[in-house]
């Protein structure tokens, strides 16, 4: 410590040098110490040339310069008496005959802190006060001083200012509660202000969000004691916005109230906003921002971003709303008409979430389906009559289905079906032509031989039946010895197609179609019948009956004698005219019994299409015997 005012001593004596002597004193103006620990306040004073005094002395005062106002004396140095403050507590360090005036005072407390002056007194009249004074601060704690500003990232240094100007106690200084500091270091100089000395020591770190309020201390101590002063700083951490909580990907469904949160932590209160996508929702200067949501729609569905600001830097996060719904009604071609051989492509949009299974059904049955896309497209490359109707597009997913139809109308030339012939019964022919084309055709009967073409209008000879795209057109002609032929042509705008009919006797018809099991059921019928009528005749006491009676005799029963043969052959001839009889018309051949019978067309043949369910090709008659 001497070396320092060794340094002041040559400081002042250069002083002395330059200039020329008058009245006048260095001291510092301000100086401090710890409580309990001393302190010593170097002076200098000079006075005129002229004087020469043998003997010089001094007092300090305190508080004032003026002895007539009494001021407490802190030392005298010609009776070594003080106020009773400091009595014990000082003594002179300098020599007053080299003009050092420096005192030292121990155990400073509280009241002495306050102003110091000292006066010369060089004997007789050459008593001198000077004006220059030291300020003297008693101080409880070292003063930590923070930088302007401490910036998250940005190295910042914190300095503990340390008086040590006691000759006797040197300070040690340490840094407290400085855990979590990043890249910190100690550095400590000495600093001399006009005679005060300064300890100083710097901690230098890299200050991080995570120390923003954190609180760093300084302590002060000093070997052979148990004195220590503690000094603190809460710092203040300027620092860019973090999101800190925000909600998670939201799923839910049309109609609900979602709320959104975004908690934001930054050093100074950043603008916090809720976008979606780009689109401003709220903005405010908070650190807790809420968005509400009060009836979702499928237009809420989307990417919501949560930024907040400050000057120190920007950040964003995002989340996502996905609002489930069934499918829309699906979007269809509309209804259209395709030629026959072209490319048709059926085309089917909707939307749902998520993403729904879309088909496209004709008469119940899937003709192609997709599982979680939004468009589904069905190409026919060459349409055909059979893809003729309506056409449905069905969308699902286990939020509901919607669905949409359209009508495909395909536009062909005629097509003759087999079923077109001609059937010759015993007076006349009949000729039928069954076409099918859309649009309707026009059938054409033609007679080559005689020279003769009967179309449909002419409703005196041909009558025509339509079913959907079927038509079915009937030529009624005489029946002549010679058959002729028969051509039936049908047209429409798309084309033409001739076809010759064949012809079919309903004789062969007959027997054809019902074949051996239909033709023994005939004749059982045919035998039940004429064994009634010979038995009725045999019996003519017998009076007629609504109900059948049987003879105890069997009308087929015979015995093995020749009579047996000959009433036989009666029977038989008997039984082949009845079976004549019953072939014929009843108008042609009354009978006298109470006989009703239903006469089988056989004759006929159903046609079957796509259009015709199998009950409806089903024919029977009931034979009932009275």
Known sequence: MAWRWEVLSLLWILIEGVSSRQWGAWMPQTISAFSETCVAIPCRFDYPDDLRPSVVHGIWYFNSPYPKNFPPVVLKSKTNTAHELYMGRTKLLGDLQENNCTIQIDKVSLELQGKYYFRADLGGYNQYTFSEHANLHILDEPFVVPPQEIVSGSEA???????????????????????????????????????????????KFLPSYRNHGQRLGCKVSYSGSDMEYKGFVTMDVKYAPRIVDINTPIETTEGTHVMFVCVVDSNPVSRVMWYKEFTLLKEDYTANLTLELEYVTYNHDGIYICAAENEHGKVNKSMGLAVMYAPWKPSVNASVIAIEGETVTIQCNTQGNPDPIISIVKDKQVLNSVIFENELVLEIPAVSHEHDGEYWCVAENQYGHSNSSFNLTVVFSPLVLPESKCTVTKDTVQCMCTVKSNPDPVILFELPEKNLSVSELDPGFVHSQRNGYMVSSILTLQKESQLPQVICSASNIYGKKVHELIFQDSNNLLWGKIGPVGAVVVFVILVAVGGYFIKTREKKNIPESSSFIQTETSPTSYSGDGSSKKNLGKIESQFLSVSERILMSKRQHPSNVD??????????KNVKDSFTSPEELTEYAEIRVK
């Open 157 to 203: 240094e914190l300095t503990c200012l340390v008086p040590d100007n006691c000759p006797d106690m040197k300070p040690s200084v340490t840094w407290v509660e400085i855990e979590g500091l990043e890249h910190h270091s100690v550095y400590a100089r000495l600093e001399d202000s006009s005679g005060a000395w300064t300890y100083l020591s710097t901690l």
């Open 595 to 604: 006989t009703d019978y239903a006469n089988i067309d056989f004759t006929k």
